[in-house]
Each structure stands twice: as C-alpha cells, then as structure tokens.
T-cell receptor
C-alpha cells in the first residue's frame, strides 16, 4: 500500500477547464510538495505547504492536515500545463529529509 | 534557469562499465539527494547528504555510491553497470524551510 495516493492517475481536459488533482497520505507530515515535470523535462517544485493554501498564478494548492489531504487546482488550463504532477510528503520519522512520492498524475490539456 | 545541474542528460553504456553521474548546485544548500525513478513509478531515495563528508543510504537499496567532498558537488558512481541499473536518476537539493530543487535528471540505459 502506497502511503501517498494521488487521483486521478490520468486526466485529459479541454483548454480553459478548471482542473483538480488530489493527494491523500497516511503518515504524519511536516510538509507537502507539489512537483511538475513536463515531458522530457526536469522536475520543478511548484509549492511547499504545511497548512492552508498557496497561490501562484493560475495554480492553487491547498492542504487539510486533519484530513491528510491536499489538492492542486489549475484555473483556465492551457496546453502548456500538460505535464505530470506529483505530490510528495516530508514525513516525521524515516530518513531525515526523505520524501515519499505519489505515482503522479499525467495531465493532458487539449486545445 | 536551473540552479542544479546534472550531466549527462542521457547515457547508454555497456554492462560492466564504471560510470559517474554528476550533480552540482550553486545555491549553497547543505542537503543533497539522489532519487531513482523507473518509468511510471514513484521516485525513491537512494542516497542523501547533509553536508561535506556526510553521506547516507536512502530507503531504496542501491549498488551505487556517492561522495560529498565539496558542498556544491554530489556525484553518484556505479562501479560495474548492469541492465538492472537502467533507470532515471534525479539529483535534488534543499534547505531548511524551503522546497526542493531538482536537476533535469540522467536517463541511464545499460545494454
């Protein structure tokens, strides 16, 4: 059983749609990261959250610590948003600095 | 502009060869990491370092070794490459209370 579960695994949207990617985890965490990886590209850290909500441009990330759940929202989606979005948690215990990664959500935005 | 650099981006090498994957960062981060990612799977930590002369194995067993002689440099070495080592290797660095910065990765194929 993976300690970090993401849904959906694959997502296809039309340009302009509002997109939500979900992440649930089962361990106590000190922070949660959302990462983006374009095809053939490197990984970019979008957000680091320990509570509440963060916004950067059209991207919004929220976290509910009590429910052990985070969401990544993309407003007015665009084909350039097509990428794999991965949730990763920094958990208490285990190797310090270690992150547990979800399997990622592959997003494809059609024009 | 990437502040963490990995070379090479792609490497195809024969079985039994010794290889070193390079990783350098210009941010002065003390913490650096190597992750391994197989296609469609989550990232797994194979090595990490908290600073010069500090290296530890991660949660995923790996036959590779690392060194940290300088803060900015964290190379990973495979003494004798095997087809089972075919994977993507990602280097990252972090600083307290900040997110992670990832390199673009090295896609290694051992034939």
């Amino acid at each position: 059983k993976n300690e970090v579960e993401q849904s959906p695994q694959n997502l296809t949207a039309q340009e302009g749609e509002f997109i939500t990617i979900n992440c649930s985890y089962s361990v106590g965490i000190s922070a949660l990261h959302w990462l983006q990886q374009h095809p053939g590209g490197g990984i970019v850290s979008l957000f680091m959250l320990s509570s509440g909500k963060k916004k950067h441009g059209r991207l919004i990330a929220t976290i509910n610590i009590q429910e052990k759940h985070s969401s990544l929202h993309i407003t007015a989606s665009h084909p350039r948003d097509s990428a794999v979005y991965t949730c990763a948690v920094k958990y208490y215990g285990g190797s310090q600095g270690n992150l547990i990664f979800g399997k990622g959500t592959k997003l494809s935005v059609k024009p | 502009e990437a502040d963490i650099y990995q070379t090479p981006r792609y490497l195809v090498i024969g079985t039994g060869k010794k290889i070193t994957l390079e990783c350098s960062q210009t941010m002065g981060h003390d913490k650096m990491y190597w992750y391994q990612q197989d296609p469609g799977m989550e990232l797994h930590l194979i090595h990490y370092s908290y600073g010069v002369n500090s290296t530890e194995k991660g949660d995923l067993s790996s036959e590779s070794t690392v060194s940290r002689i300088r803060t900015e440099h964290f190379p990973l070495t495979l003494e004798s490459a095997r087809p089972s080592h075919t994977s993507q290797y990602l280097c990252a660095s972090s600083e307290l209370n900040y997110g992670y910065t990832f390199g673009s990765g090295t896609r290694l194929t051992v034939v």
